[in-house]
């Protein structure tokens, strides 16, 4: 079995940070997602963008980890918002009631 990767590029605008994700959230990959959002909250933007357009999955580890950035950026005085997010993690964030923890913003 091939070892679920999640790709992310980050573009850096005067305000904010968009992370592009493509691949799988999960248990393998959320330490990676974490160090990228902790290093751009070391110098927080007014925003940081996760565009969710690519991501194929994402399970509970997944799930958490992105409440727990969310709450970091607050802290950091930052605001993190998911952006393109499809219809199936849609549906598992209302399932899971955290659809209300995070800031989603529709498609620009």
Known sequence: MERPELNIAVERASDEVVLHLAGEIDVLTVANLSAIVN?????PPARIVLDMAGVTFCDSQG???LVVLSRK???ARSVLALTNVGEFLMRV???T???SALMISSAT
């Open 39 to 43: 290093e751009t909250l070391s110098d």
């Open 63 to 65: 799930l958490g980890t």
């Open 73 to 75: 950026a607050q802290h």
């Open 93 to 95: 964030l209302d399932i």
């Open 97 to 99: 009631g955290l659809r």
